[in-house]
């Protein structure tokens, strides 16, 4: 029988002599949550670290909203983590726990159709008025909307509700039984239905947020900066699942065009904390006196996150890469052995996986249960998801030349040959791409695999665009190939409804960037997302994995196990690190700065 431990809290603790509020019931989806009732803090904080401060991080592109829930336009950064709340909140060392913040408790009912929330009597928005159960309606009914981003409906597409049954009492109905549809729930960003007031959803786009969150928006420079300011009458601060957290008394995020630029400013002093995905960047630029011996710390911090894929997407709307040969003979172009020796340094391992650095990659030939989850489709698989474990394509031992061959002879095979000085189909039209960028530093990527693709007789266009225009070309689909991250959480569920279900494939808007339309992958994301227990959704997930690295939906990048960080080295954190994080959010939520440096202006 499936566990999920439902443990409805009520604490009322005296922490240091100052009364805390009720903490919230505990959900973990499979296994019994690590704190139990009475619990004072998560591990991975200081409850005593002091308060005040100012941290300025970094983003890079720009922004247009301070309504994070729309498609169009892009929403400021740190929106999301410091002004809206959630019904529950997750801790950042299980792989999927919840605790009670806006709710105080919940109950699944036992035909689990339905989950009722109970909101804590002193949630508070940041004009001071109660949070309700009608507000909480209203943000679950808007986001649902046609009016706001089309992810929303498609992660909570079997919520089919939500009812209010009291001031504090509401309850979600529904369409099916779901696993962690219960869960999904308490993870709907609240605000107020002041906040819109009689305009339509997508109308409100630079008004400020009326939320619950720890901070306030304080001023802004569209598209430049914002500045957040910590709510002093935030209602929360005496929660268990608050106690360390959100220390600085601002909170700036200054925009930069790119990367290279961002790390001057950042060497000039201009922001405090850098999370690094550059290799070439981490191992060349970020060396010098103001490294070793000045203001700034290098160091890095592990992590046990599920990687997911990173990968350059084929767009498999275009008819061009129609063809699974085509795919595999595109991405037997590229040189990952040459890319992490010449440009990273190595500091790269090969994505492997659609949740590589996890035990729910897939690995060895099918058997057991899983193969028994793949056979009812056979003939809809190619013979090679039974054979064996699916790899990356690699130069060693024989180099690329040998791959370069083997691509040639798919190429050919799926009707494309070399004639008139490029690789053509019967109809003698040339095989062009333009690979859309965001980044400057993928150029260096683009160019070498760009060449390997020219000894094939195939164009490959690179070129970076601003990032309004990435956003919005994505969005819509409008691109033949691009760098795609698809981050997994330790637990995946009905996201990967959005990122590789039919249903999503013509959404616009949606994590679907690669147009799959594949029943199987349709029925193995179902078995994923209805996965009775721990052990079935490893056992779905893997099987799922099986059918997308075979199905050569992208060129396979690269990972690390670890977080590459520079930051002021008057900043301190917390001795204990979490699990499973976001590097910058953990900054962001959990870091401070001592007394002393506050006195001295640091």
Same mark, same amino acid.
């Given at each position: ?20 509020? #009720? ?17 004072? #803090? ?139 549809? #219960? ?70 995020? %200054? ?61 498999? %709307? ?29 500091q790269y391992e090969r994505c492997d996986s659609y949740f590589s650095n996890s035990e729910l990659a897939a690995t060895g030939v099918p058997s057991g ?62 095989? %062009? ?39 919005? %070309? ?52 179902e078995k994923v997302v209805f996965a009775p227990d721990r052990d079935a959704l490893v056992t779905a997930v893997h099987a799922l994995d099986r059918v ?55």
């Amino acid at each position: 029988m499936f566990r999920i431990f439902l443990l409805l809290i009520g604490l009322s603790l005296a922490l240091s002599g100052v009364p805390v509020a #009720h903490a919230a019931g505990a959900l973990a989806l499979g296994y019994e949550p690590k704190y139990q009732e009475g619990f004072k #803090h998560f591990d991975y904080v200081n409850p005593d670290a002091p308060r005040g401060g100012h941290l300025t991080l970094s983003a890079l592109g720009n922004f247009s909203s301070l309504n994070p829930f729309l498609l169009r336009g892009t929403g400021a950064a740190g929106l999301d983590p410091l002004v809206f709340e959630t019904l529950m909140v997750s801790s950042l060392d299980e792989p999927f726990s919840q605790y009670g913040l806006l709710a105080e408790d919940a109950e699944l009912a036992e035909d689990g159709l339905s989950v009722t929330y109970r909101l804590n009597p002193e949630a508070r928005f940041s004009d001071g008025s109660p949070v309700t159960a009608e507000d909480v309606k209203f943000s679950f009914d808007t986001l649902k909307s046609s009016q706001a981003h089309p992810q929303y409906r498609i992660y909570w597409s079997d919520i089919e509700r939500a009812v209010v049954l009291g001031e504090r009492i509401l309850r979600f109905e529904f369409v099916r039984v779901n696993p962690e549809l #219960h869960m999904i729930a308490g993870q709907i960003p609240i605000f107020s239905e002041r906040w819109v007031g009689d305009r339509s959803f997508d109308e409100v786009v630079l008004d400020e947020p009326v939320a619950s969150g720890p901070y306030r928006v304080e001023s802004y420079d569209l598209g430049k900066s914002i500045t957040y300011r910590r709510n002093p009458d935030y209602w929360a601060d005496n929660l268990s699942v608050r106690r360390g957290m959100f220390n600085f008394e601002r909170v700036t995020f %200054r925009y930069y065009r790119d990367s290279t630029v961002q790390l001057e400013a950042f060497k000039a002093g201009e922001f405090d904390f850098n999370l690094v995905n550059n290799s070439k960047q981490w191992a060349r630029d970020y060396v010098g006196s103001k490294f070793e011996n000045g203001p700034i710390q290098k160091t890095t911090f592990e992590h046990q996150n599920n990687a997911g894929m990173q990968g350059f997407a084929f767009n498999l %709307r275009r008819s061009i890469f129609q063809d699974k040969r085509v795919r595999r003979a595109i991405t037997l172009a590229f040189d990952f052995e040459w890319a992490n020796r010449n440009l990273f340094y190595d500091q790269y391992e090969r994505c492997d996986s659609y949740f590589s650095n996890s035990e729910l990659a897939a690995t060895g030939v099918p058997s057991g249960d899983e193969l028994a989850l793949l056979e009812p489709y056979r003939d809809q698989l190619s013979p090679e998801v039974f054979a064996g474990e699916w790899e990356p394509p690699s130069v060693e031992p024989h180099g690329l030349r040998q791959n370069l061959i083997e691509a040639q002879r798919l190429l050919n095979e799926a009707g494309w040959h070399y004639r008139d000085g490029a690789l053509r189909n019967a109809d003698g039209r040339p095989f %062009r791409i333009e690979f859309m960028l965001f980044q400057k530093g993928f150029l260096r990527i683009a160019a070498p695999f760009a060449r390997n693709l020219a000894k094939l007789g195939i164009e490959m266009r690179y070129r970076t665009v601003d990032a309004a225009l990435y956003e919005r %070309r994505a969005k819509s689909f409008d691109f033949d190939m691009m760098v795609a991250s698809f981050g997994q959480s330790q637990s995946p569920g009905n996201e990967l409804i959005g990122t590789f279900h039919s249903q999503s494939a013509d959404q616009e808007g949606s994590r679907n960037l690669m147009g799959i339309q594949d029943p199987v992958v349709d029925a193995l994301v179902e078995k994923v997302v209805f996965a009775p227990d721990r052990d079935a959704l490893v056992t779905a997930v893997h099987a799922l994995d099986r059918v997308l690295l075979n199905g050569e939906y992208l060129v396979p990048n690269w990972y690390i196990a670890e977080h590459r960080v520079a930051f002021r080295k008057w900043l301190a954190h917390p001795d204990t690190l979490p699990l499973y994080y976001n590097a910058t959010d953990w900054a962001l939520e959990t870091w401070w700065l001592p007394e002393q440096q506050k006195e001295t202006g640091s």
